[in-house]
């Protein structure tokens, strides 16, 4: 079983006014490259990991311009597909303080989202791999992309991967005909390593476990029960204070056993996107190198290191998140 | 009476360095359109409103750039002459923190400044209007301007409309020869909603009142008293922890009762520039909508959002404003 | 009949890297809204005439700013309608010299494509105006557009509107079903004003005149013969030296009567997208305020000088395309 | 006699959209700090010559950026003083090829307008110098600008000191009740170098000389037999073929000798402002320096390299405008 | 003795980023030009004083931007002198909260490392002065430069002027064969003014004192011991919350008596870089204008408000920094 | 034999103020990675080559970006090391028509001057390659440089790897000791194909053959006499007509026999900084993909759409620079 790590899912473009500007007070956009699976790859590649992406991207400029992004981190785009529907994109206006932030989504009807299962070899793809992680996002966006990634998953499964998943649910997704809930909880089943909490289960299965510890560790035990392939539960609390400040936690269910890691604050927020991405790809990363209890916190503080990095990825080494975990408040310079 | 609102004063250009340079650090500066009366303009529209602005502008590019940034929010901009006169404009450096924002002023021989009554037909102006929005502001520029909202007051006050006033009076103004607290007292007395607290009213009445509750509602009612067509008074608290921190909170002494909000806190600043402004849009909006105490419950979310905005014009809708008044504190992502 | 001008077609975003740079070498993006019948509506209100844009726009911010866009023109927005699909848009790498500029577009699912004919009340729309402009691009984009467009030909024929058509033939459109060729003929029947040449008359009548004078001529009388409507015929013509240098001319036929102005040069090219817009804008004012030779020469110059203006839509006003039309080179500063 | 030289004159600051953008379509302006005298001592600076310039900024932070940019040239900034009045400026458009650029002034009553002679200590100021040049710019500002230049023009003539005029003829100023000509007939009297041709001799005594070169020679007669102080006389032709491509050429009558230098073209044309006040400024230098023939080539050079400069002034060194003067195209790298 | 200032040391070109862009993020930088001697002399600049500058810049266009910056300060760069070698600089990634900044030199082999004490006259350069301000980081970068200094301290010495001492010891330098405590030790003991506390006392003298009040105490007194020229002490606590975060305070031993400010927050950290600078520049305006004790609270407002600045240098006046002596928050506008 | 190609050389940092801008004039500076042989292997990957760099680097995040550029085109940088020396950087102000560009050079004691055999292992660097490009940049900066480089050379012929040259003789570099023409020569007698003209023939041998087309072939045969192993030599003329014009040509002698491509024009030239290595890239890519002829055409066509493209890398497709070849002038739009 290799170290390599693969990844599924959506590039996406993110373009933004800069600085707190709406788009009406603006003329140009700061633009990036993501997407949450990718922002996973991404952080994990600056890491060190090796790393393989798949996805689908256009077939013109926009979509060249997505792979020297993605190539530019040292991630293997090999098995990037090129097809004529335009790359997905969002709009971001940044909020601040009491204002939130707003985000108003074009990927429907994208490259990722006209995927299909024919377009990936998984076989190929997967060979040589110890891990494969996927999020609730891919399945969410089209039926394509729902089989695409399911047959991946059983292809994983059979050649014993580790499956690591991110179970987002989000309402303004789903729109193709299958519900939501019945789809995660049937593509959760081939995993191993579940990352998420609370809601995450109840939207899963069904349940109204509370918010709370007790109600944390029954979700868990429950999610376990009914899907007896997942044996490690991790889970990120991130409370929003503002939309300039945020608290973050981590906790977890390994074995029966439950631990928590302590609460890490950020003020300023420089940027909230893909710190729940930046939590996996910490904890991918702590899997491989540190026992259960190290990976959380070091989940943890990537997660909160995260909040200070413009864009979606994670830019930050392991050393650099190592340092968060140790208590550097960041007050000094590094000369 | 129509709920179409009218303002008057000042289109001024902002012009400030980025970020937080200095000028003598800079080679460019972002620019703004605004004026405290087309702030409250603007954010009206913003919110919906029917909203017509009076005043005078270069006849140059600058001119039209102002225009059209007026008709961008969907002003009516008919009533806009055009003279040879050079728009009036100031300089921006801003603070942060322990360090206070400076403002250069170069407005007192511009456009607005040589306005005279013969410019404005009122009648025409204020046809169909519900509420006439003017402040301190301008009679303090020019002898002119003076002249010029003195008849719009009289025109105003003859036709039945409500009047609000916001009697900003400024040390660096009043240059011309007038006294500011006497002209001030002259023009408010046509006013029937009253925007201010005990530091204008002890301006305008020569008064000494505290500045707690208590000299707050003596105040009002010396004020009722001496001009009994005022029948409303609202005042906004600001108060101003740093240059990058803000406190603001709303009280109201409506037909003896006083009542007030709860204190709302930004941090960080973006802008302070315009927060008074967005408070009085924000009152007028919920009058035209809502009870007097939930009308000054908007007013104070209105200039507390405002804080997060750059530029000196609240782009924040009536629904964002609300989300505000209900506690939202930010901290999500609107997808 | 007034002379107010109706436009109908797609609100369209471009993104552009900055200067000189590809994307791959870009973080930021320009962005301007236009549309090929936006751009004409745009600069006509630029030269102060009366004119309203019917199309649809995304339900969000993006929307809101493509209106405000609108509005700060001045042009009527009360039609607009909001969806929930994004707004269509492109990305442009601008090209110099002997290098190409590119463009990849996103608009085949945007709010424009979705649009259907129970969305316009074309009747309302129409009341009052003199001309309505439409170009072969809308018709090529969907079903509904073509559908909704000819809905709006036929009730403008009804009411004896001037129907001006510049029938843009682009092949990379037309992906919904229909043939191009045939659906812009069945169109431009509809049409009183042909804005186009040759090769456009060669693609709806299948026919092969040849590109000189002569075929112009040819070509005009037989697109009159098959299409009684229309009555007379402008075309310009565009040599692109390089990216950076550019050539214009215009010719006519009406009334049987050949004419065809100055040729203008253009270096360096600042931006050639919608001049092609420019010149329809220009022809439609012109016929408004001159002959038809002075129409043509006017257009001819609107064409030019939008070469020097960044972004799609020509910002001149009549005062400036005089200015071109009298021979005036640039050369000297307007104080 | 010193080879110090003063300049007197408006510190005014230009506020510009970046690129060819127009005011509307942008958020942002660069700026510098300039003014025709200023720009001549800051290029005589450059190339390492002493330079004092004497004149009135604003007393704020826009007043300390402008001297802390004359004081970054090395210029003696030590005579400017502090008024309570903004400083002058004005706004650009920028042209290209086919369309102009576009002037927006705000300086009639800004710190430059409200000199006046009790603000200037000439005695002090001339000490210690060898040339002092104006222009006809300042006179026609305001009185008290004229009354202070008069009297610097006396107290200079009475030291013995050279006085260098370019008598730069604008009708958009002389708002004040002074008829220009007149003014400058005046004044020019106690000149000894007169830089300007034809139509600036026509201007000042009401002649109607040809523009060729027999004309000229004939013009330069006539000034000299009326105002026989003047014993040199340099002349600059700048042909603008569009705003983006210029010739210019020197031509001079001293002693009776006529004599002029090669055409040279600029292509394209970075910035046309301050062109001429580069000749003026390379003329100075070059009759410090040179003799008077390869004086007027070398201002010819500066007038022509100026164009390839951003902003008002000259940047380039003696070294760089003797590469022109040398026939260096510009199309080799210096490493 | 006269109030000039002459300080000495590397003028170095600071690149960053714009924002919270790492370097990968990135297509720009900003730049400034600093160095820790020269912040010195240009916040003492800025606040009136008269200074000169002793340094050596590149021969090249990077070292003429250099000197034009110490210029636009008013600084006397005479005795700058040019050389073949490169300008130092460094690189800058600006942290933000727990996210720590981070620098990249490339400085030791620049124009101020090959700096010899042949290339400056200090006779000369001293004449007049009444401090000589000299710290820790010019000796650690070159043997050049380390004799240059002693050349200096020695002449200054001879010749009575007060030495003012911040022994900044840096373990990234001192790379070309000498120990960094020794060579301290050397140079301090020319020294009457010592800018530094227990840390800085412990690496020269090679002790262990505590850093608390007491051993701020005891260490001062062993360094009056063992270097008597010594006479004042004053310390900087500059506690480093987060990097968006910021406390300071001031401490100091003059004849015996101990006294210290109160402690200064400043939320958010616009730039952390030259904060120590603003404290010596603030502290020897302050032993020039105040007495020892309110010389020590000048220190420290200069150092909190620095927090508040862009680049390297204080660019607050004696006034602004004494608004912050008084308590003033910077929650108003100054108008 | 193998199609990758690997180069050998600087990987420096190019930093230039935005626009015409000098220094003096910005705070700001665009960065580019390049260098010259690295421009030659960035060019080829951009037309799908493999592609392999070997170089040194700094250990910091300066490097670290330098490598992420790397990647972004692809390119393998397994053996490029990290050192503790700053990453080489020049500053470039862009000139303009008769304006010169100027460049100030911070390289020499940077990480790749400081180089040694040792570093590289030639052996699997070379492995599976077709061709080894070197420029004469390399052995100029340092002789760690020349040492590694020669070890490179004679490894390359022993492994009978083609070997092309493009012996770019700079002046400002040979600082150490070495003579530039006896090293080149030396160097030069391990290649096969030699990029380069009569200039670079005279350098090296001594010779004084004239620029002509019958000079260009005696000097070439010349070359062939005393260099055996060179049997293919390709020139490319630039004429920079002016810093915004340029012409470019190929000529070559193969085998005896002479022939040359047609002019080509660019204007305006956007950067001409890497415009030789984009000849040596397209030379190299058509010795692989065509024959002799039409890879000079190429070569020349690839040189010339360079100058359109910012930084030092030329961004164009070989689909892109065929249609150059093919005539097509850039004044059309790719949609």
């Known amino acids: 079983m290799g170290s390599k790590i693969i990844t599924f899912g959506e590039v996406i473009m993110r373009l933004s006014p800069p600085g707190h500007r709406t788009m009406k007070q603006s003329h140009e956009m700061e633009f990036f490259f993501g997407g949450t699976e990718l ?3 991404s952080s994990l590649a600056v890491m060190g990991c090796e790393v393989k992406h ?3 991207v256009s077939d013109d400029f926009v979509g060249e311009a997505a792979i020297a992004s993605m190539k530019s981190f040292g991630i293997d785009t090999s098995l990037i597909k090129k097809t004529e529907h335009p790359l997905g994109l969002y709009f971001l206006e940044v909020g601040s303080s009491i204002r939130s932030s707003r985000i108003a989504y074009n990927r429907l009807n994208g490259s990722f989202a006209n995927i299909s299962p024919d377009q990936v070899d998984w ?4 060979e040589g791999c110890g891990y494969f992680h996927w999020t609730g996002i891919s399945p969410g966006i089209s039926e394509g ?3 695409t990634l399911k047959q991946g998953l059983q292809t994983a499964q ?5 499956i690591t998943t991110d179970p987002a649910y989000r309402s303004n997704l789903w729109k193709y005909g299958k519900k939501g809930n019945e789809v995660l909880k049937e593509l959760v089943s081939y995993s191993t390593i579940f990352i998420g909490g609370v809601n995450e289960i109840n939207e899963i299965l069904g349940t109204v476990f509370s918010l709370d510890k007790e109600g944390f560790i029954e979700a868990c035990k429950e999610l376990k029960q009914q899907i007896p392939s997942i044996h490690k539960i991790f889970d990120k609390i991130r409370i929003g204070v503002t939309a300039s400040s945020q608290q973050t936690q981590g906790r977890a269910l390994v ?3 439950y631990f928590e890691t302590e609460l890490l604050e950020v003020t300023p927020v420089v940027d909230r996107i893909g710190t729940g991405d930046a939590f996996a790809a910490g904890l991918i ?3 491989l190198n540190y026992d259960d209890e190290m990976a959380l916190k070091f989940a943890n503080a990537a997660c909160a290191v995260k909040h200070t990095i ?3 990825i994670n830019q930050c080494s392991a050393e650099d998140i190592l340092e968060v975990v140790n208590g550097n408040s960041g007050g000094r310079i590094k000369r």
Request: aromatic share 8%.
């Open 123 to 126: 076989k190929k793809g997967l």
């Open 285 to 287: 990363y702590g899997l």
């Open 145 to 147: 992309a729902y089989e």
């Open 54 to 56: 798949i996805s689908c």
């Open 158 to 162: 059979e050649m014993g991967i580790q």
């Open 310 to 312: 413009l864009g979606d």
């Open 255 to 257: 074995d029966g056993d």
């Open 39 to 41: 922002n996973v790859a």
